[in-house]
């Protein structure tokens, strides 16, 4: 599986177009830095060896030249406009009506990823079928965000209250790393996020989980962590489906079980971390916006049971 998160190795024809471009104007940049700083080496090697001293000839009213100096930067400038606008036809989605693959929606400081078509919710981690262009809805429940996943495509700002489109695409399976880039608040840094990849069985099979409602425990540690849930307020705030649990202050833990990480990428979802997580969750992400709770060794214990088997 490739991990990629640079601009320099693009995963996606999206990606791609945009290095593309990248390289056409850093070449025409750099023609045209050659050709100023040769002109400028030209005439100062020049007039030194003519022996030349005081100011040159000055040339006023040249209708020839001061057309040419006109008309070459502008069609430069058309010329990049051009492959600009191509290059935007290429990698965003038209703002028409139909409707999303994919709602991605920016919180402080964790991302909502939902799939419409089945239902799916999930966060920080966006599993997609490796090959397909999907449709990506992005919206933010307070601040401006912004998505960018270097290796797949471009920046796309989070505007409360304005939805804005972009095609999300990997051509093949593997995990590219993105961020919220745009300064939102204290945890800003820790609003990480995945795509991860998959050919088109693993993400069926993916799916077909997230689709599955977790039983209900009814004995032991696991219990008791779904009595905790309930009873210490954690539903308030977080979705479990087939619970009572349904609200979206904080990620949907349905199949928490299932994910790589927690707080956004702040840590790898272990049976530790998550414990420590629990314990304290202003001290591993200082913030953020789930407060400590205090809990005893046995809550804490009976709440990562209950959650570690929502896979
Ligand atoms: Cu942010």
């Known amino acids: 599986m490739p991990d990629s998160s640079s601009i320099f190795d693009p995963a996606s024809p999206q990606a791609q177009a945009i290095l593309n471009l990248f390289y056409i104007l850093l070449g025409i ?22 022996g030349l001293s005081g100011e040159p000839a000055q040339v006023y009213g040249n209708t020839k030249l001061e057309l040419t ?10 010329a ?7 290059t935007m036809y290429a990698i965003d989605a038209p703002h028409d009506d139909a409707s999303p693959d994919l709602i991605i929606t920016g919180h402080q400081w964790w991302w909502e990823v939902q799939y419409p ?12 079928p490796a090959g397909q262009r999907l449709r990506v809805q992005l919206e933010s429940d307070d601040v401006i965000h912004d998505f960018w996943v270097p290796a797949l495509g471009r920046k796309m700002d989070a505007i409360p209250g304005h939805p804005n489109h972009f095609w999300l695409e990997a051509a ?10 745009e300064y939102c608040g204290v945890q800003h840094a820790w609003m990480r996020l995945r795509v991860i990849a998959q050919t088109e069985a693993d993400f069926a099979a993916w799916q077909q ?8 425990p009814t004995d032991g540690e696991a219990a ?8 210490l307020t954690c539903i308030n705030c977080h979705a479990i489906a087939g619970t009572d649990a349904n609200a979206d202050v904080g990620p949907d833990l349905t199949h928490l079980g ?29 913030g953020n916006h789930m407060p400590q709770f205090s809990l005893t060794d046995n809550q804490l214990q009976a709440l990562v049971t209950y959650l570690e088997g929502l896979k």
Do not use: M
């Not at 100096?69 to 058309?78: A, H, R």
């Not at 093949?172 to 880039?181: F, H, I, N, R, W």
């Not at 989980?209 to 209900?216: F, G, H, K, N, V």
């Not at 927690?262 to 200082?286: C, F, H, M, R, S």
């Open 80 to 86: 990049i406009f051009g492959l600009s606008v191509r």
């Open 117 to 128: 078509a089945s239902g799916v919710v999930t966060a920080n981690e966006i599993h997609v």
């Open 29 to 50: 940049s750099l023609i045209i830095f050659l050709i100023v700083v040769g002109a400028i080496f030209y005439s100062i090697i020049r007039s030194r060896r003519a």
């Open 172 to 181: 093949e399976p593997g995990t590219y790393l993105g961020a919220c880039a």
């Open 258 to 286: 299932s994910r790589e990480t927690i707080g956004a990428g702040v840590l790898a979802n272990t049976t530790e971390n998550l414990t420590t997580w629990l314990k304290d969750p202003q001290a591993v992400k200082p």
């Open 69 to 78: 100096w006109t008309l070459i930067p502008l069609l430069i400038i058309f």
């Open 209 to 216: 989980q997230q689709l599955a409602t977790p039983p209900i």
């Open 224 to 231: 008791q962590g779904y009595q905790q849930f309930h009873d």
